[in-house]
Nanobody
């Protein structure tokens, strides 16, 4: 069982910045991809940004140029999301995702962290 632990989040005014962090209790070589998804009230969970072990990234169009995903594999595989120029529509619960490698790559999720952008 892979544990995925998030930190960060909180409340910020429009135009502000936040940084989310996430660490997975899995070996680097067992992981295919790590990333972030979000779910706003009354909406489906959606992709925010992902990064493979090889460094390939994928961003939602709504966050391109404002959010930056990064990885750190020095200890436990970790993923970060730097969020700049935040907008009220970025308000959501953000979930860290770890997808394992292999044909039946299993997804593991963090518990979620609230991000609220409001004046």
């Amino acid at each position: 069982q892979v544990q995925v632990v998030e930190s960060g989040g909180g409340s910020v005014q429009p135009g502000g910045s936040l940084r989310l962090s996430c660490a997975a209790s899995a070996s680097l070589f067992s992981i295919y991809r790590m990333g972030w998804y979000r779910q706003a009230p009354g909406k489906q969970r959606e992709l925010v940004a992902t990064m493979t072990n090889g460094g390939n990234t994928n961003y939602a169009g709504s966050v391109k140029g404002r959010f930056t995903i990064s990885r750190d594999n020095a200890k436990n595989p970790s993923v970060y999301l730097q969020m700049n120029s935040l907008k009220p529509e970025d308000t959501a619960v953000y979930y860290c995702n770890t997808k394992l490698a292999g044909p039946n790559g299993v997804d593991y999720w963090g518990q979620g962290t609230q991000v609220t952008v409001s004046s």
